[in-house]
């Protein structure tokens, strides 16, 4: 019997390949479970017992938190990514981690072949086969609910056939949580004008007295949260969430290209990226050189982008994560915040690196570095080719009438 290992989160389009994919097909199912920080204990106990009782041979649940961050969050962070100045790239980055987990699965079982429930509307079914093309060549790509075009209805309907009980009404809201923000959908994103209503966010606003918060990065990294000190990342993010989510802090709606080239919304929670991002953006500006904040820029929308499409094992992001790691060198530092409803605000920064230096001038007030004499001359050649250009032309101008 020939092996297929299925991507597995235990809703209904994986349900159904589960039973498809071994009923139907005649594959022994070996499903895959990759948390990226977005189910608990007792969640993931559910959902292997689950995949058991769909008949799966094996069900393997694979930790990827860490490596979550530490191959692609990290770098996110690095270049203050977000996708048309709004989206964290929450639910993008994380399916690639999952993908990848999925593939080394497959390729430690020698699976003939590897499943996903993608259907053929949205852009994970472009970064699932990207990377399975990539990581296992020669292994086939099984997409039950995008090759039989079905329906939810047509979904519950063989899952009821198969004597599974799966509700037929669809939830109001769907929901998509992982370490780097929560997505959240619903009939107010499906068109251009409205907004999501309080009942759909995952966390309710409970705080309305402001606070205060002070965040400590080093080397670009957040490691304490309120002089509270972590040993990996991924704790800061989670405790800083805790700390800014019940504020209501980081909903919005974004808009965006989608890979396959239409234009989609989709509501996003993602209090402790947007936090992070500012923050670590706002200690960058101090610290950094104009040419270094210039070129991160543009490369990490560059990044962001293809990272967006599926394009996580292009050897170009190798090279631009090396220019962003390189960047961070002098980016340590305290951050200081005021968290109020829906809204924060960056009051200052605190850096050894900080550029901004009483020895060198105050900006508007008094220069220690050079003279009035200097600026002269500086200006004078400064503008030497414009005026160049605006004399000749002026010229040119004149003989012509």
């Not at 019997?1 to 209904?12: A, D, E, P, R």
């Not at 530490?70 to 989206?87: A, E, M, P, Q, S």
């Not at 929560?182 to 309305?208: C, D, F, I």
Request: proline share 3%.
């Amino acid at each position: 019997m020939k092996n297929v290992v299925l991507g597995f989160s235990g809703g209904l389009d994986t349900t159904f390949c589960a039973i498809y994919l071994r009923r139907d097909l005649g594959y022994r199912v070996v499903s895959v479970t990759v948390d990226t920080g977005g189910f608990s204990d007792e969640e993931l106990a559910r959902i292997e017992k689950h995949a058991y009782a769909l008949g799966v041979a094996e069900h393997h649940t694979v930790r990827a938190v860490r490596p979550y961050y530490d191959r692609i969050l990290r770098y996110l962070i690095y270049g203050n990514v977000l996708k048309n100045n709004t989206y964290p790239l929450s639910v993008s980055a994380e399916r690639l981690v999952q993908a990848l987990a999925i593939a080394d699965k497959a390729r430690q079982i020698g699976a003939d072949a590897v499943a996903h429930g993608s259907t053929g509307a949205g852009n994970d079914q472009v970064r699932f086969d990207m990377i399975f093309q990539i990581e296992l060549p020669g292994v086939e790509i099984l997409t039950p609910i995008r090759d039989l075009k079905l329906s939810r209805e047509a979904e519950v309907a063989f899952l009821q056939k198969n004597g599974v009980e799966y509700s037929a009404e669809k939830a109001a809201y769907s929901i998509n949580k992982g370490l780097w923000g929560t997505s959240v959908g619903g009939r107010e994103t499906l068109r251009s004008n409205g907004m999501l209503p309080e009942e759909a966010w995952p966390t309710p606003v409970s705080k309305n007295n402001p606070e205060s918060l002070k965040l400590h990065f080093e080397k670009g990294e957040l490691t304490s949260v309120n002089d509270q000190v972590f040993d990996h990342p991924v704790e800061a993010i989670k405790a800083l969430h805790a700390i800014a989510a019940p504020f209501g802090i980081g909903r919005d709606i974004h808009v965006g290209d989608t890979i396959i080239g239409i234009k989609g919304r989709v509501g996003f929670e993602a209090a402790a990226p947007l936090v992070i991002i500012k923050a670590h953006h706002a200690l960058e500006k101090h610290v950094l050189t104009k040419w270094q904040l210039q070129w991160k820029d543009t490369l990490s929308q560059f990044y962001g982008n293809y990272l967006h499409e599926g394009q996580i094992l292009d050897p170009v992001m190798r090279d631009i994560e090396a220019f962003l790691t390189r960047s961070q060198q002098n980016v340590t530092g305290d951050v200081f915040l005021e968290l109020h409803p829906y809204r924060f605000v960056v009051t200052g920064v605190e850096s050894e690196h900080d550029l901004i230096s009483a020895k060198f001038g105050a900006y508007g007030e008094m220069n220690q570095g050079w003279t009035g004499e200097d600026v002269k001359g500086f200006t004078r050649i400064f503008g030497q080719q414009t005026r160049i250009w605006h004399a000749v032309n002026q010229q040119a101008a004149e003989h012509e009438h």
